[in-house]
């Protein structure tokens, strides 16, 4: 990434070391309503001028400083006179490059850790008590700070938890501010960024939305421009953006495979033509997927026929209009971020990937390319999309085609979408729905044997999947009451003909995915 997407926003840089520190920071900067960007750590002195941050940031990383290979920086960067804020890794080196010492040793530091701060003037901790908690992670640390510092802080096991030179406006701390267990680790990040760096609070929503909104005009000028819409967060702000920058000129191609939660369709069409009144082709698909996907009961078929199919009805109607040179996505920071892990950055250029029909060419366009995805959710606030599509949990692009196990039918997708509706309304009147990342119903291919009234029946049961989670990447099974557990059961069976069980899914991730396909 060459180019500084927000170029009239004061900019801190991160210099990622590695690990998952980097995009924490850059988004704890952005909740100081700073604009912030990630940048490989060997980024040089030249580009660092260059682009003119207004302040660096040196993340953590998992690496010992003495490990063959471990990431170097770029001195020079340390001696622009750039106000530098280094953590953990950050700070070591900080020490290294500046002449200070790091000696090995073998006692490290995991977890919380009790801070003194022993400089009471120190500006960073002006926000900080003498006694507050921090959170530690690391076996090295400086022994030695280099000529200009001063320690400012200590823990119990180490001597130098914080090390400053006001003159350079250099500063450090072992611990990690960016993460939540760090007390006072956002007024730390906030001191050093309005006070020392002397950058004001200037990221706002509206500000992200009258740039973003203003660099689409710049970019498509008078072109036209086409975009495809889920239903999903990330797709519907594209188009409410797109729409305000653009206007008439852009039109939307929705393509519903069928597959979408009850009413979800519905919303979509009422969101964007009757709202915002966007150009909106609907294609109603449903048919043309259930043909293709009959009989198909391997999940991995399911998903490559519904992508491939997606893409065929996209351009099928893409093509079709006339004077559209512009295509528009939902791209997001995190898919373009160049990590400083060389092989990770190989890894995010799929996103580029659009499987053009021969023939076909579109210029792409993203205007979500700078923003986390809690940005994209505010952004979508604050342009007036509903709440249910701005807080919409996450669904797989094939939709319910991966929570019915076996052949999708469409009599199978009427009973999952009427259960699912009752886990949903259910659960979303619970009032810790919040804490719960994502419930849904799930359709097993089974039957078994129960009885209702005098009869005996032979059905389908439905399985509730309500999972807690931080990021996807590792969930739990939500501890739902008993009594909210009992309704859903008890509407599922009296209102869904065809389903005479209902289970709970009780694994975590791993070893449990959080679908079931
Ligand atoms: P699993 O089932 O792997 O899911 O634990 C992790 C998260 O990813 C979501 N998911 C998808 N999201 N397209 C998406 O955009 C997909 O094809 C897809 N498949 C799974 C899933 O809902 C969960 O949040």
């Known amino acids: 990434m060459s180019v500084s997407y927000h170029e009239q926003q004061p900019t801190v840089l991160v210099l990622d070391f590695g690990a998952q520190y980097a995009q924490l920071i850059a988004r704890r900067v952005r909740e100081a309503r700073v604009y912030s960007e990630i940048v490989p750590f060997d980024i040089s002195a030249k580009e660092v001028e260059r682009r003119a941050p207004a302040a660096l940031i040196l993340s953590g990383g998992p690496a010992s400083v003495y490990a063959e290979g471990a990431p170097r920086m770029d001195r020079r960067i340390l001696e622009m006179g750039v106000p530098i804020l280094g953590f953990c890794y950050g700070m070591q080196l900080m020490a290294l490059e500046l002449g200070g010492e790091v000696p090995r040793t073998d006692i490290g530091e995991y977890g919380f850790a009790e801070l003194e701060v022993t400089a009471p003037a120190c500006r960073l901790f002006e926000d900080v008590p003498e ?43 072992q611990f990690h501010p960016e993460v939540a267990h760090t007390e006072f680790g956002q007024d730390i990040i906030k001191r050093f960024l309005h006070d020392i760096a002397g950058i004001p609070p200037v990221w706002t929503m509206v500000n992200i939305i009258d740039e973003t909104v203003e660099q689409v005009r710049e970019q498509v000028g008078e072109g036209r421009v086409i975009c495809g819409l889920s239903g999903g967060v990330d797709s519907s702000v594209v188009a409410a953006l797109l729409h305000r920058a653009t206007g008439d000129r852009l039109t939307c191609v929705f393509v519903d495979h069928g597959m979408l939660r009850l009413d979800e369709a519905d919303q979509v069409v009422r969101t964007f033509r009757d709202q915002f009144h966007i150009d909106l082709v609907h294609v109603d698909a449903e048919e043309r997927y259930l043909s293709l996907l009959a009989g198909v009961t391997d999940p991995e078929e399911k998903r490559r026929i519904i992508g491939e199919e997606f893409w065929k009805v996209f351009f099928e109607e893409a093509t079709r209009l006339e004077g559209v040179t512009w295509l528009a996505q939902g791209t997001l920071y995190p898919d373009v971020i160049e990590s400083g892990n060389k092989t990770a950055a ?151 003909d065809g389903i005479n069980r209902v289970a709970y899914d009780i694994t975590s991730k791993p070893p449990g995915t959080i679908e079931w396909e």
């Open 131 to 173: 006694r507050s908690q921090v959170w530690m992670s690391h076996r090295d640390s400086v022994g030695t700070v280099p000529d200009g510092f001063s320690v400012t802080a200590r823990t119990a096991i180490t001597q130098v938890a914080a090390m400053e030179d006001p003159q350079r406006k250099l500063y450090a701390t």
């Open 346 to 496: 190989k890894i995010k250029s799929h996103h580029n990937l659009i499987p053009f029909p021969e023939g076909v060419h579109f210029d792409l366009i993203e205007p979500l390319k700078a923003l986390f995805k809690d940005e994209v959710r505010a952004v979508g606030a604050e342009l007036g999309l509903p709440d249910e599509i701005v807080h919409r949990q996450p669904f797989p692009g094939p939709g319910l085609a991966v929570r019915i196990i076996g052949e999708i039918t469409h009599e199978k997708l009427e009973i999952l979408r009427r259960a699912d509706a009752i886990v949903r309304e259910e659960i979303s009147a619970w009032d810790r729905d919040r804490a719960v990342w994502q419930y849904f119903a799930v359709l097993p291919d089974i039957r078994s044997v129960g009885v209702m009234g005098d009869e005996r029946t032979y059905g389908r049961p439905i399985i509730i999947r309500a999972v807690t989670s931080a990021d996807a990447m590792t969930a739990d099974w939500a501890r739902l009451p008993h009594e909210l557990l009992a309704r859903m059961s008890n509407r599922i069976i009296n209102e869904v």
